[in-house]
């Protein structure tokens, strides 16, 4: 790039003053290239181009009023609230009830683990949120945003959990691993065949493996006792490093 | 306040169409819906017409990069979008109204523009003033805070079509936009499209040829997933003969093209 002009240069050639056809160019041809002059030719504009200037710029400042709480809200929970909160009030509410009902083992505790992937699946369901098409066409719809909203579920659920699992004595020493495990390997599998189908997936085969035989023989199942606390940590940093390295995966949902 | 014009935004463009498709081929459930199209648009507005199946939808939702082409090459603004690819440059410049758009009925408009202007990741300062300008351009600035279940069917389009232009898309993706409109919106919406369409690549998929006679500089014929004609609305209508069916020259022209196939 040439060397800078002068101010002496730029100031005569905002305010149109003669100047040699020769420095004119070469001042002209310099400013195209160089952002620092352009704002030293916008410093160095005569009063009445910055008072018209600085009237449209005025004219044209944003006059709305404020964001609401709301639009900080959907920034992180998906914006069709309110079947999916009525979801995880009612499945947690629905454990507590049941809880009773089964001989040795917490109810809450066989379903917690796969109350946060329930609330992913309905994040991400075509059915559930209508503006689901234009969501998914948008820049903003890729890891980012499925991370957001899995947050926003963790936030709601995990108190309801707690407070379940404490009237019902299902301590969150048991739960709260296989949780974020099931949570985490959903979220890996989404980045293959799709959120809300391998969310469905990953609480079908819970069902299947664990509350299924839990329900029939009885007692706490293998993979809730402490002693797989382990298992569940290497899953779920197994699950957020694969989340991680296929993040590109995320941009088609 | 001094604003300085970055060289990013009179860079020249660095491809020959906003919209490139060779052999492409996308998938609906489990039909081929788009089935070897080849396509170039460039700036105007190109009226998709075809007959109900024909892959219009599908077509568009692919341009929106909704689906992922089966095979063959799709580029948008010059950028691939087929493979598993970083869409967000491509989508930062869409504008997409689904056919069956949804919407969040408790937002007013503008609380839906504002949230589809930050799903597009548009700068924050920038924000308030492009959602009033495209509500206005929609003409429903007296109804910018009412909430969206209050409003009648075209009122919905006409938002509908505010969250698409919000960021000012290179590439405008309509499906059946005049879906619910009524004649006197219609006309307005005509006049809004070529408005657009002179500065960029708006796609409008239509079934009634009027709006294609009045407001496309290019008509898009696609019947069973594939391309059966393009060119200009005059061109279109020169094909039709006297014995076509059909009331207007373009729908003769259509008829004539499809062989009767309604």
């Known amino acids: 790039m040439s060397e800078h002009p002068t101010s002496g240069s730029i100031a005569r050639y905002a305010s149109g003053d003669e100047l040699p056809a020769d420095v004119l160019w070469a001042v002209e041809a310099h400013l195209e290239t160089c952002q620092t002059c352009r704002l030293r030719l916008a410093d160095a504009a005569p009063p009445q181009v910055t008072a018209l200037t600085a009237a449209v710029w005025a004219e044209m400042a944003p006059t709305g009023a404020p964001v609401r709480r709301r639009h900080r809200l959907v920034r992180w929970a998906t914006p069709a609230l309110a079947p999916w909160l009525a979801m995880t009030a009612f499945v947690v509410l629905a454990a507590v009830a049941l809880d009773g009902v089964l001989p040795t083992s917490s109810a809450v505790l066989l379903i917690a683990p796969i109350v946060p992937v329930l609330g992913v699946a309905v994040a991400w369901s075509r059915g559930v949120d209508p503006a689901h098409e234009l969501v998914v066409s948008t820049p903003r719809a890729g890891l980012q945003l499925v991370l957001r909203r899995t947050f926003a579920v963790l936030v709601v659920v995990l108190p309801a959990l707690l407070v379940g699992g404490w009237l019902t004595g299902a301590s969150p020493a048991y739960w709260l691993l296989p949780c974020l495990g099931v949570t985490a390997t959903a979220l890996a599998l989404g980045g293959v065949i799709g959120l809300r189908r391998a969310a469905i997936t990953a609480a079908s085969a819970w069902v299947l493996l664990v509350i299924g035989p839990a329900v029939v023989v009885g007692g706490v199942p293998g993979v809730l006792a402490p002693g797989a606390a382990p298992v569940w940590a290497a899953v779920l940093v197994g699950g957020a490093a694969a989340v991680f390295f296929r993040s590109a995966a995320y941009a088609r949902l | ?262």
């Open chain 2, 1 to 262: 306040m001094a604003r300085v014009v970055d060289a990013a935004e009179v860079a020249p463009t660095g491809y020959a169409w906003q919209v490139e498709a060779t052999g492409l081929r996308v998938r609906a459930g489990r039909t081929m819906a788009v089935d070897g199209l080849d396509l170039r648009l460039g700036r105007g507005v190109h009226g998709l017409l075809g007959p109900n199946g024909a892959g219009k939808t599908t077509l568009i939702r692919s341009l929106a990069t909704v689906l992922r082409p089966a095979s063959g090459t799709l580029e948008v603004l010059g950028e691939p979008v087929s493979g598993r690819l970083d869409l967000r440059r491509v989508r930062r410049a869409l504008g997409y109204l689904p056919q069956d758009f949804g919407y969040y009925k408790r937002f007013t408009v503008r609380e839906f523009v504002e949230y589809v202007a930050w799903l597009k990741e548009m700068p924050k300062r920038d924000v308030p003033g492009a959602v009033q300008r495209a509500v206005e351009r929609v003409g429903l600035a007296d109804r910018a805070d009412s909430k969206l279940k209050t409003l009648s069917g075209g009122m919905v389009r006409r938002a509908g079509i505010a969250q698409a232009i919000v960021n000012d898309p290179e590439v405008l993706l309509l499906d059946e936009p005049t879906a619910g409109l009524d004649p006197g919106q219609r006309v307005r919406f005509r006049e809004l499209v070529q408005e657009l369409g002179s500065d960029s690549c708006v796609v409008v998929s239509t079934h009634l040829v009027e709006d294609v006679a009045a407001a496309c500089t290019d008509v898009v014929l696609i019947d069973k997933g594939r391309l059966v004609f393009q060119g200009t609305p005059d061109e279109l209508a020169a094909v039709g003969g006297p014995d076509d069916v059909g009331d207007s020259p373009i729908e003769r022209g259509y008829s004539a093209l499809l062989g009767g196939a309604w």
